[in-house]
């Protein structure tokens, strides 16, 4: 297992990858942190809308430095901008956005993502300062919720679990999981590998996987380019 | 992303037999007349409209009704000037009413939109139209459970539309609008103009545009009340 | 009795008393019909800031014949006019005024009212075609319910009573009642009377009231105006 | 009808120990640092604050816990750049949290406003933050049951207000200004410029003014990401 560091993607390819999946046309919401970066990799000529739950449709990136509006920012508390077409709306219509299903495409992290579409990503346990912002609500609130991860943690634990140690944020939301090694699709209380890098054998990427990897039909190649 | 559609008759050519409809406006402020008859040309049967009223004249929801495409109205207030074709499918048998206190109404069609299946409210309780329905005590007071409301499609009337589907409505045509926008599956949106992207300020967005799907331009609609006063029939 | 048609206060008269109740900086709902011809008799020098349910706040009186917006228009679908001030929102919001206790008072007409405080002003019967509109919102949409009517039906039967028989809008939700000969108050499970025309003997008065009138206090004079 | 106030002292000067405060902002954007500030100069007590965070550097909410005012927090995100005065009176027991999802806690308070005892929200359904809660199943999926949220006072930022009290907010300011003008007993407003009745246009106003009970012109109002930049300390 010792190469998986070499031979693993990066948080950027990891993005980019996801991205690939945002059709013309989506309304996404990108979780704070790692996830906000798969909107740098919006495929070019596609058009999708990013939702933040703290009230803008259709901002854009960062402002230049020194030209950030603190009232104009993202869930992250992040400095953003306005593309044509922006809206505004308080708390309870951006979360109807999202709880009544109107987002396309929610992209979060995760600690741990079970086979039963279980996601752990808000809390490593009883000790510190608990927060959960909008987590709990973004795994209900998109047609399609799906995750971006390391494979395994820092320590080579595996993220891809049959049940879930950590706290849960919900119950049976997660339906796709890029990872750093492969695709992995969630159907039926099950993993589907869809994709895996050429560079790791299948039986390799099991043994880093806390559950099994189903077959279902043919397992593409994760190709990504250099970023 | 561009949502206009070239006429109203494009705009409404998928809604089947059986489909849910809600309707926006409010007697006739905010009644998308000009969806509605394009509607009726179309022809599909069966449906369950909801609307706060029941039509008005011969003209909008009234000639869907007189038309025998409607099976089942859920509304607030089923009397208008000229309830006629109301009133006579209801007393013949010929359509089911659903009767809605217009409070409830509106919150159980934002609550189909906003993902919340059920809500507490203290109105109608202890009357009949809370009959059957499931009831509860909060800090000592009596509450009904009502269910969220959703549609097949909704057709509403907009001021503006930008082409993203950002809206803005007109003075009390607003009314039940940025609800139905919310709680249907596909959303058609007539509008007297249609703008570019950012032409309207993103301060003054009534509705935003991931709730529509379709916006047609139709720059001299007709306000039902108008057309009824003229004595208009659409047939 | 036969000469209560000849003392009793005409609409326009019921109408002017409850509006002298109408504090200052008062928010109110007027139901539609009789109820709403209560602001024109707005006491000189308070504002009160009207709401219909269908998505207005501070509108004013008609327009002139000939000068009707269809899209400005109350709960009673006439055409209205906008004071400076008002504001436009959509139902869900305006019913959240309505429910969410934040009127001060709302006027509604009554087929019955009962000493409980149980409002019947919807529905005569199984008949015909039933119509709810907003009016079961609105007797629980303020700090103070009201109800103005004539103190007896038109065939003379009492319309204050122990009990409704008619079917109820809302439960134990009046507080006061303006009527043709009286004003009475609801509390305790109770009608307190609180004013009479001077011209009924208290006794003439409870023999046309359905249940009965208690005194809490002097009863004072129903005086108002020709109009 | 005049709703102003002189100054911000004057606005939160009856405000006092044990009250339960809403105060608006999403992180600094939307947040009424002024009417903290004039909060903390008046000192009540055992306050409970219902707020997207918990205080961020030496000022606003953070400053409000440090001056040991805090009692409780009901909020979804006790974190921040700089958490401290949170974190360690928590850690020390001296404050007690209450985490609710970020979408929950919007729709309680908007549930509060609206006169809605509890809705069903799927949210948190299966996790550790639904424990003790009623849960139900709408057609088939499992749903939490969630009670409304009210308070005695809100503090709010708006960017312009009449003197009525109708208000608009100045972009992602937004956020949870116009929920907790409905939700507070006595809703506090600071706005950056206040104008006659009439000057919004109507089809423009967020917060109608019945939800608003003083307004408070702040012309220079800071923002508190910009006075964290700087390093402020409110003390």
Known sequence: ?227 | MDKTIGDVAAAVADIPDGASVMIGGFGGSGAPIELIHALIDRGPRDLTVINNNAGNGRIGIAAMIDAGMVRKIICSFPKSKDPRAFTEAYLAGRIELELVPQGTLAERIRAGGAGIPAFYTPTSFGTELAAGKPTAEFDGRGYVQERWLKADYALVKAEIADRHGNLVYRKAGRNFGPLMCMAAATTIVQATRIVEPGAIDPEHVVTPGLFVDRVVAVPHARQEEDLNIEGAVYA
């Open chain 1, 1 to 227: 297992m010792s190469d998986i560091a070499n031979i693993k993607l990066s948080n950027a390819q990891i993005a980019w990858r996801a991205a690939q999946d945002i059709e013309d046309g989506s309304y996404v919401n990108l979780g704070i942190g790692f996830p906000e970066m798969v909107a740098r990799y919006q495929v070019a000529g596609r058009k999708a809308i990013y939702h933040t739950e703290n009230g803008i449709l259709d901002f854009g990136p960062a402002p230049a430095p020194g030209q950030e509006d603190w009232d104009l920012i993202n869930a992250g508390k992040k400095a953003v901008t306005l593309n044509p077409g922006a809206a505004f709306f308080h708390h309870a219509d951006s979360f109807a956005m999202v709880r009544g299903g109107h987002l396309d495409v929610a992209i979060l992290g995760a600690f741990e993502v079970a086979e039963n579409g279980d996601l752990a990503n808000w809390s490593v346990g009883k000790s510190g300062v608990p927060a959960v912002g909008g987590a709990m609500d973004l795994v209900h609130g998109a047609k399609r919720v799906a995750v971006i991860t390391d494979h395994v943690t820092k320590t080579g634990a595996p993220k891809l679990v049959e049940r879930c140690s950590l706290p849960l944020t919900g119950v049976g939301c997660v339906t796709r999981v890029y990872t750093s090694l492969a695709v992995v699709d969630i159907e039926g209380g099950r993993f589907v590998l869809r994709e895996k890098l050429a560079a790791i054998s299948l039986g390799d990427l099991q043994a880093v996987t806390g559950a099994t990897l189903n077959l279902d039909g043919p397992v593409a190649d994760l190709i990504v380019p250099e970023l």
